[in-house]
């Protein structure tokens, strides 16, 4: 009957057990957040809602030697009692209450309760509360998720809670050594009287009693010196870096282990508050920067401003963050989709010349046209009309606007609002998107997003571009020269591979550069966050000064540097192309220049610029039949008109065919003109009561020398080269032919209506 009795009362007493609700060991207690950079070290731990530093750590995460110490000074049997220890709390109870020193008989489960509840356990009724709800604990936890719990909660000084908050705050590490774990361990007996920023002594005395306590049990296989220097930091202490790059993380639970590496951002700090205190006289008052791993798109720094809390240059705005027109940032993109349309190479001539596209008249920034120039100087050289004639002549389908589509740019908004200013800056980027375009450029033409938490699974990577194409790119930006060098050779750049580019933002708002050296990509900009102009603030003056200051800091600060190697397994090959035209070399071409080719997609044209001409002894004219006698042979440079007019204006005038005697008829040498006004995407407007005339030019070959107008089937005049001719149209739909003097035709329809 006895027998019976006891399982009666254990089976009710495990019934009402099973009916009460497991007690929350974690639940309502707010954590903090502790940031480190990819080598360990602390950026920055946040205070949780209610003022203190507190970490969460699995316990699986905890230095052994921490938890064997704990265990030692708090409780040697907690894995053999239930929760308490009777024969502990009856000494302490007898000393205590017998006259003799205060001692605690409390295991480690009940401490965790007194803890995790707020009790209050001076008396005899809080501490039958306590052991209460420490029975309460070992019914439903394992001694493992107790421990853990303790260790996350316990105080070990100030407001610092917690063995994971304890050691980053007072040694910068997660994992502790011995000794560090050893000075930790007697903190949450006494917090306050033994805080070891405070009470130094105190501390000194019940550590050193430890250490002889830990030696005498594991001096033999584990002992600890009590003459290594411990040196604890306080949470005043703490670091406060990358203060931007933290802030847009946001806010975790637990420790977030980021990309940043704490010593390249301590180095770019440096660069850039140097930089910007040597110019301030210029009004450049601040900077940000945005260093990243082009192998995993990881941040290895962010600067978003010089100065975080300097409220006059709006410190604590993020500049890598921010929307800003990126200037001519984006014009290498626009080349390597021109590759990829079998449109250039890299020594492929672009007309730098007075262009008009449906009424937009593009300028270069220095207001002036420097004629023909090869894909790579126009490039290089940052020159606007080569780069907006190349995006007009791209397919809708693989447009920039497209490429920047398949990259996910932000607020982007449809093409037509841009237009193609979109070449020039007219849509806004982010550094970080900007930074991430570059890396795409060394990465083979494939795009990911740039990430600052380690380990964080990203999107999948987009093509933009072709392998070759981004190559070919990457290559040519790396023949640009440093700003210090001038026009000098490149002797310091050639062997660090920096592949870069600058860009100016439409009133002077924003001075960048941006590129590409060994497996970095680096971005810096110059400017203010009022978006006030400054003269200064020009990409090439402002901001590549700067680049390099960085890139040769980072060179001198490792001792490998990944060599680039080169287009090992790309459609690439070498051939040579005319050094004046660019295109296949002729027979009449003096000099040829190697030029990377992409079989099958690059554009393969004979050169048509150097063409031999029969020319009479006597006259000097060109004539059409030879005779050994009278005539010789010579090559001349054929340009269109445009372009010979930009030589003369520059200087650099050249040799002109000669005529054609009267007899020679040539007419199918050389290319038709070309006419550049009226434009056929224009309607043009007659107002009746000023009417004004209608200016017709066109561009023709070097073997002509006159072209002749025609409306419809009225003849209109007669123009020399680069001349314009007036005519005044009725409102309607007009035929508008221009016949050069050798009989080669181009026409054009013009509408024009009437609107008063």
């Known amino acids: 009957m006895k027998t019976l009795a006891v399982a009666c009362a254990i089976l009710a007493a495990a019934f009402v057990v099973s009916r009460i609700e497991r007690p929350p060991i974690y639940a309502g207690v707010a954590w903090s957040t502790a940031y480190e950079g990819a080598d360990g070290k602390l950026l920055r731990v946040t205070l949780s809602s209610d003022e203190k530093y507190r970490l969460y750590r699995p316990l699986a995460e905890m230095p052994k030697d921490l938890i064997d110490a704990t265990l030692l000074h708090e409780d040697r049997q907690f894995y053999r009692h239930p929760g ?392 040519m930006l790396q023949t640009t020269t440093r700003p210090e060098l001038g026009g000098a050779a490149n002797l310091l750049q050639a062997p660090l591979e920096v592949s870069w580019k600058t860009g100016t933002s439409h009133g002077f708002r924003d001075a960048w550069t941006v590129g590409i050296a060994g497996p970095y990509v680096l971005a810096v900009w110059v400017g203010r966050f009022d978006g006030r102009g400054n003269n200064a603030f020009i990409g090439i003056k402002a901001a590549a000064p700067l680049f390099f200051r960085v890139i040769d800091a980072l060179r001198a600060s490792e001792k490998a540097w990944p060599v680039d190697k080169g287009p090992a397994g790309l459609n690439l090959t070498r051939v040579h192309v005319c050094s004046v035209s660019g295109k296949l070399p002729s027979d009449a071409c003096p000099h040829a220049i190697p030029s990377w080719f992409i079989p099958g997609k690059s554009p393969i044209e004979t050169c048509d610029v150097h063409r031999p001409v029969l020319v009479d002894n006597a006259s000097g004219k060109r004539v059409c039949r030879f005779d050994p006698r009278t005539t010789h042979v010579e090559v001349f440079e054929f340009w269109p008109s445009d372009i010979a007019s930009l030589f003369r204006r520059a200087g650099l005038p050249r040799r002109a065919p000669p005529a054609a005697s009267a007899e020679c008829v040539d007419a199918g040498h050389g290319p038709p003109p070309r006419i550049t006004s009226p434009q056929p995407e224009l309607v043009y407007q007659l107002r009746s009561r000023a009417p004004t005339p209608l200016p017709l030019s066109a561009i023709m070959d070097s073997s002509a020398d006159a072209l002749y107008w025609f409306a419809d089937q009225r003849y209109l005049g007669r123009a020399g080269s680069n001349e314009v001719v007036m005519w005044q149209p009725n409102p309607g739909a007009h035929v508008v032919r221009a016949v050069d003097s050798l009989g080669r035709v181009a026409a054009q329809t013009v509408r024009v209506e009437q609107v008063d």
């Open 84 to 475: 308490v220890n009777p024969v502990a709390l009856a000494r302490a109870a007898f000393s205590t209450y017998g006259g003799g020193a205060r001692l605690g008989g409390s295991t480690l489960t009940m401490q965790l309760a007194r803890i995790r509840y707020g009790l209050r356990t001076q008396g005899v009724a809080g501490k039958l509360v306590q052991i209460l709800r420490a029975l309460e604990l070992e019914w439903f936890y394992s001694k493992d998720e107790i421990l853990e719990a303790y260790l996350n909660l316990a105080p070990y000084g100030g407001n610092i809670e917690g063995a994971a908050a304890a050691g980053l705050i007072y040694f910068d590490k997660d994992q502790l050594s011995l000794e560090e774990a050893l000075a930790l361990t007697p903190l949450p007996q006494s917090p306050s009287r033994r805080d070891p920023k405070r009470e130094l002594k105190a501390w000194d005395k019940a550590h050193r009693r430890f250490l002889a306590e830990w030696n005498a049990v594991y001096g033999a296989t584990r002992p600890a010196s009590a003459e290594v220097a411990i040196t604890f930091r306080g949470a005043g202490d703490l670091p406060f870096l990358a203060p931007h790059f933290v802030a847009a993380i946001g806010e975790k639970q637990g420790t977030v282990r980021t990309t940043l590496d704490t010593d390249k951002q301590r180095l770019l700090e440096r660069k850039l508050k140097a930089y910007v205190n040597e110019k301030r006289h210029q009004g450049i008052d601040n900077a940000a920067a945005l260093l990243v791993d082009a192998r995993t798109l990881g941040v290895v720094a962010e600067i978003g401003s010089v100065e975080f809390s300097n409220v006059d240059i709006l410190g604590q705005v993020n500049g890598t963050t921010a929307k800003r027109s990126p200037g001519s940032t984006l014009k290498p993109f626009i080349y390597a989709l021109a590759i990829d349309e079998g449109m250039i190479h890299p020594e492929t001539r672009i007309k730098d010349a007075p262009m008009r596209f449906s009424g937009f008249n593009p300028e270069n920034f220095d207001g002036e046209f420097k004629g023909p120039l090869s894909a790579t100087q126009a490039l290089t050289h940052s020159r606007n009309v080569p780069a907006v004639a190349l995006m007009h002549a791209l397919p809708p389908e693989r447009s920039l606007h497209a490429l920047l589509s398949r990259a996910a740019i932000r607020d982007l908004k449809p093409e037509p609002h841009y237009g193609l200013a979109l070449a020039l800056g007219g849509a806004e980027l982010t550094m970080h998107e900007l930074a991430a375009l570059y890396a795409a450029i060394r990465n083979g033409g494939m795009h990911r997003p740039t990430a600052r938490i380690a380990g964080a699974r990203g999107k999948e990577p987009v093509r933009l571009v072709s392998p070759e194409a981004a190559f070919l790119v990457q290559n």
